[in-house]
């Protein structure tokens, strides 16, 4: 295939996938980049991973992440998405992402790194440990959850967020953003409790 049409297709073929700014803090600037790979890896620890591309050009978010250990995640809404997609420029490492996308920068008590305040969901990460993936260079960044901040209204009584609520925005391949909308709710999936799907219409 053509490189850039099979750049697509195996971007896009793994389906809907989050849709976050991270943010950080250099010695200089802030920085702020879209990032549609974070993923849950354990609730006890609160544990978040994230992949980086390799480090064969400046990757800003990985050395703020290295240099001072902390970083946020911002859920990105329906109002944010075209603003959170050009973060992904490649501005030069004294360019805050922040002002030229035209993000407002929130800092929470002692925090070293910069919040979106337009995000209902935001997340502070203290950096555990790079894992490198031999096969293409790529790290799997894991952090632990140190802060969290969600908009009024959007935790349910089961402690879930309501990602409607927030309207927050999914991803799929390089650059389409997607509504999201819950289509239904189950209980934990028990074998004694199996329905019979034989007599199911859905």
């Known amino acids: ?17 989050s849709a976050n700014l991270i943010g950080t803090q250099s010695e200089n600037s802030s920085n702020l980049a879209v990032f549609s ?6 609730s006890n620890p609160p544990l978040l991973g994230m992949i980086c591309r390799p480090a064969t050009v400046p990757r800003h978010t990985l050395q703020n992440i290295e240099s001072n250990g902390y970083y946020t995640i911002n859920h990105i809404t329906e109002s944010m998405h075209q603003r959170a997609h050009y973060t992904s420029a490649k501005f030069e490492e004294e360019v805050s992402e922040f ?17 979106v305040k337009e995000s209902p969901v935001q997340i502070g990460m203290e950096w555990v440990e790079n894992i490198p ?11 632990e959850v140190a802060q969290l901040y969600f908009e ?9 967020l309501d990602l409607n609520y927030g309207k ?18 189950y209980p934990y999936a028990r074998p004694t409790e ?9």
Not at 37 to 42: A, C, D, I, K, T
Not at 99 to 115: G, I, R, V
Not at 152 to 160: D, I
Not at 194 to 202: A, C, G, R
Request: aromatic share 8%; with cysteine.
């Open 1 to 17: 295939m053509e490189k850039v049409q099979r750049l697509n297709l195996i971007n896009s073929i793994s389906g809907y996938k």
């Open 37 to 42: 790979s974070v993923v849950h890896l354990g």
């Open 99 to 115: 002002e030229a996308c035209d993000f407002q920068e929130e800092y929470k008590t002692d925090f070293l790194a910069p919040f």
């Open 133 to 143: 993936i031999k096969v293409n260079g790529t790290l799997l960044i894991v952090g």
């Open 152 to 160: 009024e209204g959007m935790q349910e009584e089961n402690g879930e």
């Open 168 to 185: 927050v925005v999914g991803i799929s391949g390089l650059n389409a953003y997607h509504q999201v909308n819950k289509i239904a709710h």
């Open 194 to 202: 199996v329905p019979n799907f034989e007599d199911s219409d859905s």
